[in-house]
């Protein structure tokens, strides 16, 4: 394709009002990008040919649209970056003026699509004492792009722009988790959350807000509400899309190892999670010594995510489950404290671990509510309730 014919394109596309058809012809995902005919086009013929053949500010964008291409061309991430800027602040302009129509939404979503993508290039390319400032940038633009869509509320269901608002809070997400900056995601989520469209809004889209929302919720230390959204996101996430599964289960796993589920061994395999599978053989059996050492033997794994702090709270669940199995074990509501300090030296082996240190546990399982019960120093023995003595643990995480 010639960059005539391209032009020639867009300007019928603009005539229909295609905006389909727009979004493929200034995405980097279409083959023009690629194109060696675009790369030899000058500035100034670039910028006057697209002045004459299409109507602002569809001009700007097609013009700074090949100076990205170009750029891109001539390994110039932060140039493309900087032209992709230019080009989204041009459409906004125009699009923001438009009532009552929302045929621009598809090119607004494939310019935001690659402004992250050139945002994340650029980061790769630049200096280190940089690093973040292009996604920030970008974030800035994104947040426009939000506004512009949100406050579109007189428009009628079918023309609002408001349809576009899901697919920028979701790139909005995907910055926000790279440059560490999870405290601006809480308006995004109570915006999209109180909207009458929250129903209505693509299956695709709900699947990855559920999967921010619930990684926010579990760094939050709300892990029912994480498990919840998580569920949302993997039960409703294609079926062929074996990698997005693999990447929401990253986050469910542990998360529903906290409340108490542990994962099948047949799950792990399916999704190539084994690193999870002496962790949770360790949970069920209460064995303090392999939960560490399977913790830390997928160490950079684990922490590459930011989850190995949360894999460190399973340890609590470890004691609980030993416990328990001390207390089957013994038939009593009234057991020693000695019972509990030979099952960790059993189960351990490592170095003793005295009546006094039993006691610190025990009384951080009660008042975590993992345990009822009381400690009677005097017997030096665990009183337990006759009724329900070791709670469920999705009951104890309220």
Known sequence: ??????????????????GFTVAELTSFKHPHSKSHNFMRVPLRELEGYCSEEL?????????AHVRAIQAVGDNNYNEAFVCQCALVQSFLK?????????WGLPILMSLSLDLRWLATQAEKHCDRSKEGEMLEKAADLLMSCFRVCVTDTRASINNTKRWGTMHIVNQLFKIYFRIKA????????????????LDQFKVSEM???????????????????????????FDKCH????????????????????????PSPILLRKYHLECYAS???????????????GIKQHERFFAKYGIYLILEKLKVIAYRNLFKKVFLLLGTHQLPLQAFSDSLNYVDGSEEISVEEVQCIIANLIDKGYVKGYISHSHQKLVVSKKDPFPLCNTVLQ
């Open 182 to 197: 999870l405290h601006l995601c809480k308006p995004l989520i109570r915006a999209i959350e109180s909207s009458s469209m």
């Open 207 to 233: 699947v990855t807000f559920r999967y921010f929302t619930g990684r926010k919720a579990m760094f939050d230390g709300d892990f029912k509400q994480a498990a919840a959204h998580l569920t949302f996101a």
């Open 1 to 18: 394709m010639t960059f005539p014919q391209y032009v020639s394109h867009i300007a019928e596309a603009l005539e229909n009002r295609d």
């Open 239 to 262: 079926r062929h899309s074996r990698r997005n599964k693999h990447l929401i289960l990253i986050f469910l796993i542990p998360v529903k190892m906290l409340l108490g589920i542990v």
């Open 279 to 293: 962790i949770a053989g360790a949970l069920c059996s209460g064995n303090l010594r392999e939960l560490d050492m």
């Open 55 to 63: 109507e602002s500010p569809f001009d700007e964008v097609v013009a």
């Open 94 to 102: 125009g699009f923001q003026t438009q009532k009552d129509e929302n």
